[in-house]
């Protein structure tokens, strides 16, 4: 039991490390978890890029769209771009403005 004021300090001499441990822990999980989200945004955006580029073969093409099938969380937004395999090109600024004014009412 804790009756002593050594015995209290032992026990905090001993707790404080491992929360400061805990914590760096925790830390670190949440900036590699950040870091990996963003260089799968990286990808994803050079996936789009090589779609998007007229120097590019048909094979080529082919990989990358089957390539966009791995991200999953950006569908909404896949599925905004492109109408039936196509880019979508009309109302290009119209779908920009309604996809802009949706995340500033979710902010």
Same mark, same amino acid.
């Given at each position: 039991m804790l009756v002593t004021g050594q015995d209290m300090i032992g026990?905090?001499?001993l707790v404080l490390p491992l929360?400061?441990?805990a914590w760096a822990v925790l830390?670190? !999980?949440e900036q590699t978890a950040e870091r990996n989200r963003h &260089?799968?945004?990286l990808r994803f955006q050079a996936v789009l890029r090589h779609l998007g580029r007229d120097d590019?073969?048909?094979?080529?093409?082919? !990989?990358a769209a089957h390539e966009l099938r791995q991200y999953k &969380?950006?569908?909404?937004?896949i599925g905004k771009i492109f109408d039936d395999g196509k880019v979508r090109e009309e109302g290009q600024a119209a779908a920009l403005e309604a996809e802009l004014?949706?995340?500033s009412k979710s902010g």
């Amino acid at each position: 039991m804790l009756v002593t004021g050594q015995d209290m300090i032992g026990w905090g001499l001993l707790v404080l490390p491992l929360i400061v441990i805990a914590w760096a822990v925790l830390w670190l !999980a949440e900036q590699t978890a950040e870091r990996n989200r963003h &260089e799968r945004y990286l990808r994803f955006q050079a996936v789009l890029r090589h779609l998007g580029r007229d120097d590019t073969s048909w094979a080529e093409k082919m !990989a990358a769209a089957h390539e966009l099938r791995q991200y999953k &969380e950006y569908r909404h937004i896949i599925g905004k771009i492109f109408d039936d395999g196509k880019v979508r090109e009309e109302g290009q600024a119209a779908a920009l403005e309604a996809e802009l004014k949706d995340v500033s009412k979710s902010g």
